[in-house]
């Protein structure tokens, strides 16, 4: 059933789905679509607090492939919606584990992309020999450096947007920006200050987030191109509260973490797609993850940014599966 330009598959419809209780009051919707008998491959959505798409299903040859696609804890039809109790990356990991054990699987293909793509990394460092393949987009190491690069370098290449989120805060430079540590600043006003500045501060994060995403000209395709949905309705709604809850924290992982302890990763296939141009994660970090992964195969993909569904990197994203399907499990 291959694509002949590598394009997406057709829409399709899930042919299982539920809510799985993993405790602490958190039920983790998740979704099966594709082949039931097919090679498992779990999809790890972005954010944190983004939630699955319909499209994102659209990857993988439904004709071969078992596609499963949940929504973390607090995200998308998650139960319940923005919850931050109980809700860290260790966590995460732990409810991956549980789906992949509530739906009999022995071993799967993990693809993630931006943070996803991070925690990605954190599971197959854990449960290494439950993952038969990882597929990484977008590279997020969740590391400080790239919380400063959106942070902080994005006032290079978006002013407007940028003085609108640094300017309540009486910050006025990159420097000023970095030494004030602005990202933790928003992540707090948003979580905990006034509910005017909050709103504020939530619409002005989102705003740059949004034009950082529709940077590349290539951005174009289902989902809006980000694969996000753009911005959301409610600058305060769930998603927002998510995201800031885990960048306040640093995502619950040391500076560095996720380029630790990958030997045995160094067994498996791991397939990096980076858009050459992303201002979102910088390709230095999927770079670097190369590095430490000589194996990998990494692909940069020239002109394109951040988004999953910008036409070079979807394309690259369906052949990399389409040559995962057809070599030996």
Do not use: K
Not at 11 to 30: C, F, K, M, N
Not at 113 to 121: D, E, H, R, T, Y
């Amino acid at each position: 059933m291959d694509r002949p330009d590598n394009a997406l598959y057709p829409p399709i419809q899930p042919t299982r789905s539920g809510w799985l209780a993993v405790g602490d009051g958190h039920e983790v919707y998740w979704e099966q679509c594709g082949r039931d008998d097919g090679q498992p491959v779990v999809y790890l959505h972005g954010g944190p607090g983004s939630g699955c798409t319909p499209d994102q299903r659209r990857f993988f040859d439904p004709a071969h492939y078992r596609i499963v696609l949940f929504d973390q804890r607090g995200c998308g039809r998650s139960r319940p919606a923005g919850r931050l109790e109980a809700n860290t990356t260790a966590e995460l990991v732990a409810d991956l584990e549980r789906l992949r054990e509530q739906l009999g699987i022995e071993r799967w293909i993990v693809f993630g992309g931006s943070w996803g793509a991070a925690l990605a990394l954190a599971y197959a460092r854990l449960h290494t020999a439950r993952v038969q393949a990882l597929v990484l987009r977008g590279v997020f190491l969740a590391r400080s450096r790239e919380v400063d690069s959106f942070a902080c370098t994005l006032r290079a290449y978006l002013p407007q947007a940028w003085h609108a989120l640094a300017a309540p805060f009486g910050v006025r430079d990159e420097q000023g920006a970095r030494d004030f540590d602005l990202a933790t600043h928003c992540a707090r006003t948003i979580l905990h200050g006034e509910a005017q500045a909050a709103r504020r501060i939530a619409g002005a994060w989102l705003a740059l987030e949004s034009q950082a995403m529709a940077m590349t000209l290539a951005n174009a395709g289902p989902s809006g191109g980000a694969g996000n949905g753009g911005p959301a309705a409610d600058p305060l709604g769930p998603r927002t509260q998510v995201y800031m809850h885990y960048l306040a924290q640093r995502f619950f992982l040391r500076d560095g973490e996720l380029l630790e302890g990958l030997e045995g990763l160094r067994r498996m296939p791991v397939h990096i797609v980076q858009g050459a141009l992303d201002p979102v994660c910088p390709p230095i970090s999927a770079w670097e993850l190369a590095q430490v992964l000589p194996h990998a195969e990494l692909q940069m993909i020239a002109l394109a940014g951040h988004g999953a569904f910008e036409p070079a990197t979807r394309s690259a994203l369906v052949e990399v599966m389409n040559r995962l399907r057809d070599q030996p499990s």
